[in-house]
């Protein structure tokens, strides 16, 4: 079955779902968030668990579905208007999610057949390789979970600090300095120790990068939330430049940049590569703190990165 004869039996089995426009245009917002849910494997199992079982309390879901607290709340919310709760505080189906359930029961051999004419490259990529460049339910476990992210928050600042101290290493927005900062600078006429210029450093980059993605956040998806769970994600998309901080250290010692052509080379392609993983846990965390999609996660992450270069020069 070619993919619009796919689209056109999913639309017909959820058609009480979705209020069509006019047109009948396959690309309204609501019939989005409906191909969402089928793309999310919590959210689909989420759907199945309550059409088979009926109402459930949020310990039941989360021992049925094996998940963390907060990847189910973060699941559940996005599930709004295809489940409620009942005065027992259970969960179950709405009128909608009973109808979207018994899309899935009786369209998931159409569903499989759409999915099963995929490349075999195409699969693995969205399968595997995305999952681990996008790692949203990594993310999505800080998701209304306070204490945890506030532990997170608190771990992914001091691991910050003593890498930036223990490397050298000036750390501003999302770039590494490759040089060590071994002495005092003046800035303002006032000679500066590097201690409390490299923890100053750290701490306004990591400010500035929280405060630059809520603004093209909101700039690019309309909304950005300030929570706990949100900051944690953020701080925790440095881990991977503190493992470069640690690696040039165990390399170099603060000998850069009287060191081999081809250690300097491995050091540059080895920072570009972590500085990716860092663009994919900020592409999670945006996708699940401002409910949207990857792609629109990536190009806030891309647009960060792009801000922080052009400042880079910019900063002492």
């Known amino acids: 079955m070619s993919s619009p004869q796919w689209k056109t039996a999913l639309r017909e089995g959820v058609g009480d779902v979705i209020p069509m426009s006019s047109g009948g245009n396959s690309d309204s917002p609501d019939l989005e968030h409906v191909y969402s849910i089928l793309g999310n494997p919590v959210k ?3 759907v199945m668990l309550l059409g088979e079982r009926g109402p459930m ?3 039941e879901l989360k021992r049925a579905l094996k998940v963390s607290v907060g990847t189910l709340y973060y699941n559940l919310d996005g599930l709004r208007g295809f489940i409620t709760r009942d005065e027992a505080r259970r969960y179950l189906l709405t009128e909608e999610g ?3 359930y018994r899309a899935l029961r009786e369209g998931s051999e159409i569903i499989r057949s759409a999915f099963a004419r995929r490349g075999r490259l195409k699969r693995i990529f969205d399968d595997y390789v995305l999952s681990i460049l996008v790692p949203q339910q990594l993310v999505a476990v800080l998701y209304r979970d306070n204490p945890l992210s506030l532990a997170v928050l608190a771990t992914c600042v001091i691991l910050g600090s003593l890498s930036t101290l223990i490397s050298r290493l000036p750390l501003k927005l999302l770039e590494v300095e490759q040089i060590p900062l071994l002495s005092p600078r003046l800035i303002g006429g006032i000679l500066v120790p590097p201690t409390p ?14 405060a630059l993605t809520y603004a093209i956040a909101r700039l690019i998806i309309g909304r950005a939330p300030l929570t ?11 881990v991977p430049l503190y493992a470069y901080m640690a690696v040039h250290f165990a390399v170099t010692g603060y000998s850069y940049p009287l060191v081999p052509r081809h250690v300097m080379m491995g ?6 590569l972590l500085q990716v993983a860092t663009l994919g846990l900020i592409t999670a965390a945006v996708s699940v703190f401002c409910d949207t999609s ?5 190009l806030v992450a891309a647009l960060l990165l792009y801000v922080s270069f052009l400042l880079k020069p910019f900063l002492p």
């Open 44 to 46: 689909r199992r989420l």
């Open 57 to 59: 309390t949020f310990s």
């Open 98 to 100: 009973m109808a979207l």
């Open 197 to 210: 210029l490299l923890l100053a450093e750290y701490l306004v980059s990591l400010l500035a990068v929280l």
């Open 228 to 238: 706990p769970g949100f900051v944690a994600a953020l701080a925790l998309a440095y």
């Open 267 to 272: 050091l540059a392609l080895l920072f570009r």
């Open 294 to 298: 990857r792609e629109r996660g990536f």
